[in-house]
């Protein structure tokens, strides 16, 4: 079992950043797929970026590249979203999860974060 952990969430103006952290725990992999999800209220959950074990990133919304950096530090069990010029609609609770393999898809992921809140004003 993989207990995962996210941090970092809060409540931001239009233009800042912050910077999530997934820590994990438990029976732990470097070489889990590590991905972050995110919701809005209303919305289906949807894919934002995913990391392999050696640190090669995905990033699933042209909207979010070039915004958003996906990075693991595999000596702490840790993954971190690094957001920049953060918009209203990027407003949503952001899980992180892992899996076997890299997909877009939230069943492809075995363990899932309990969510940070991410709220952005305007």
């Known amino acids: 079992q993989v207990h995962l952990v996210e941090s970092g969430g809060g409540l931001v103006q239009a233009g800042g950043s912050l910077r999530l952290s997934c820590a994990a725990s438990g029976r732990t992999s470097n070489r889990y797929v590590m991905v972050w999800f995110r919701q809005a209220p209303g919305k289906e959950r949807e894919s934002v970026a995913a990391?392999?074990?050696?640190?090669?990133?995905?990033y699933y919304s042209d909207s979010m590249e070039g915004r958003f950096t996906i990075s693991r530090d595999n000596a702490k069990n840790t993954v971190y979203l690094q957001m920049n010029s953060l918009k209203p609609e990027d407003t949503a609770v952001y899980y992180c999860?892992?899996?076997?393999?890299?997909?877009?898809?939230?069943?492809?992921?075995?363990?899932w974060g309990q969510g940070t809140q991410v709220t952005v004003s305007s």
């Open positions: 990391v392999t074990w050696y640190g090669g990133s995905i």
């Open positions: 999860a892992a899996g076997g393999l890299v997909s877009p898809t939230a069943q492809a992921y075995d363990y």
